[in-house]
């Protein structure tokens, strides 16, 4: 790739406008509005039907669209479907497309891979390599919007191609350590002309970057804050979350309660359950508190508790828990006013856990690469 060249589905329409209005392009401003909704559809520059050939062929000369490839999908029995993305360098993150009565919602990366080391989380598992643009997040949501209309098309569907209506940042990286291109590609995503998914049906999820949060409280976008909590003692949360021993999680609190109050937007705490170590009635009693202590007095409770029924992960030893233990977590936070829901357990069947899509194709490689070399040297 040529580094030299404009990533240009990483720009705003307006920063778009003074670009191509200026040498060498000198086109007319509405151009930009034409190559906007192009780009935001998922086309190509050869496309964009009405552009002068001639501006085509300069696009393509000038800018690269780091649109992800689709390398590989996987649909599962509920019809989830697990995205691995090939990016222009060669790297790899992956994507989940989740159906729901409400509509589509995709759940995308970051990052590839992930510097936080959660120990029940596969995307971590070899640390991070590099950070996402905000046009190679946005791409994911593009590659995958694209996928399904030439799926519906294929069908000759009368009916259209469904919508992706919401967008959760829970894939592979954490979002607040990518924070500036998270923020870009949030305004992106909403950007009129383009997608314009509406901010309150995105969640943006974190571990706990607690300077981070504070900061995009300040900026007032209307995301869900999702928190991966995941424990409520500093000594079970640091023992499988490292960045607890960084941010507490008195501090984590005091920050989501920040957030609550600047934003209005009621805060998602994740609480994925794993067989012997925060399962327990005593566990749920004791988040209970916590969270009723931070977030809210009786009557007022501006957050809600996710509970997540771990995915089994081969790599990290760690299993989820029994379907008996969740219905009995759940009931004793439901017990103390606690408003909680069990995630539906979607796309079990084709590894939708986060990273493990990339891992067995990073494995894959490997055995190609060695592979070579073997035969190199024979």
């Known amino acids: 790739m040529n580094s030299s060249k404009i990533d240009i589905l990483?720009?705003?329409?307006?920063?778009?406008?003074?670009?191509?209005?200026?040498?060498?392009?000198?086109?007319?401003?509405?151009?930009?509005?034409?190559?906007?909704?192009?780009?935001?559809?998922?086309?190509?520059?050869?496309e964009m039907s009405n552009l002068p050939l001639s501006l085509r062929a300069q696009l393509k000369e000038t800018c690269i669209i780091k649109t992800p490839k689709i390398e590989r999908k996987l649909t599962s029995a509920d019809k989830t479907?697990?995205?691995l993305f090939r990016l222009y360098d060669g790297?790899?993150?992956?994507?989940?497309?989740?159906?729901?009565?409400?509509?589509?919602?995709?759940?995308?990366?970051?990052?590839?891979?992930?510097?936080?080391?959660?120990?029940?989380?596969?995307?971590?598992?070899?640390?991070?390599?590099?950070?996402?643009?905000?046009?190679?997040?946005?791409?994911?949501?593009?590659?995958?919007q694209k996928d399904i209309s030439k799926s519906v098309n294929n069908s000759k569907n009368a009916g259209g191609a469904p919508r992706i209506s919401g967008v959760v940042m829970m894939g592979i990286g954490e979002p607040l350590d990518n924070f500036d291109e998270t923020v870009r590609f949030l305004q992106l995503l909403s950007a009129p002309g383009g997608l314009n998914i509406g901010l309150r049906h995105v969640s943006v999820s974190t571990c706990g970057i607690v300077p981070r949060i504070y900061e995009l409280a300040e900026l007032g976008l209307p995301v869900t804050l999702s928190i991966?909590?995941?424990?409520?003692?500093?000594?079970?949360?640091?023992?499988?979350?490292?960045?607890?021993?960084?941010?507490?999680?008195?501090?984590?609190?005091?920050?989501?309660?920040?957030?609550?109050?600047?934003?209005?937007?009621?805060?998602?705490?994740?609480?994925?359950?794993?067989?012997?170590?925060?399962?327990?009635?005593?566990?749920a009693n004791n988040l209970a508190k916590l969270l009723k202590q931070y977030m809210g007095s009786e009557g007022e409770r501006p957050f809600h508790v996710n509970l997540i029924p771990l995915n089994k992960v081969r790599e990290t030893g760690l299993s989820g828990s029994r379907t008996t233990s969740v219905r009995a977590f759940a009931s004793a936070l439901k017990?103390?006013?606690?408003?909680?829901?069990?995630?539906?357990?979607?796309?079990?069947?084709?590894?939708?856990?986060?990273?493990?899509?990339?891992?067995?194709?990073?494995?894959?490689?490997?055995?190609?690469?060695?592979?070579?070399?073997?035969?190199?040297?024979?």
């Open 10 to 46: 990483c720009l705003t329409e307006i920063e778009i406008k003074e670009i191509i209005t200026a040498p060498p392009y000198s086109q007319p401003s509405y151009r930009a509005k034409q190559i906007f909704e192009w780009l935001h559809r998922g086309a190509k520059f050869d």
């Open 81 to 83: 479907i697990k995205y």
């Open 91 to 144: 790297e790899h993150v992956e994507g989940v497309l989740m159906n729901y009565e409400y509509g589509k919602t995709i759940c995308v990366s970051s990052q590839v891979g992930c510097r936080m080391g959660c120990r029940f989380c596969a995307s971590t598992l070899a640390g991070k390599v590099r950070n996402l643009s905000a046009s190679e997040i946005l791409g994911q949501v593009l590659a995958a």
């Open 228 to 283: 991966s909590l995941h424990a409520a003692t500093d000594a079970k949360r640091s023992r499988i979350m490292p960045i607890n021993r960084r941010y507490g999680i008195d501090e984590l609190l005091l920050a989501c309660r920040d957030y609550f109050d600047k934003t209005g937007r009621r805060i998602s705490f994740e609480y994925a359950l794993i067989e012997g170590e925060n399962d327990t009635i005593s566990d």
């Open 335 to 378: 017990a103390q006013g606690v408003n909680v829901t069990i995630r539906r357990k979607l796309g079990s069947d084709i590894d939708a856990s986060c990273g493990q899509l990339r891992i067995a194709a990073e494995q894959m490689a490997k055995k190609e690469r060695a592979k070579i070399y073997n035969n190199s040297n024979k």
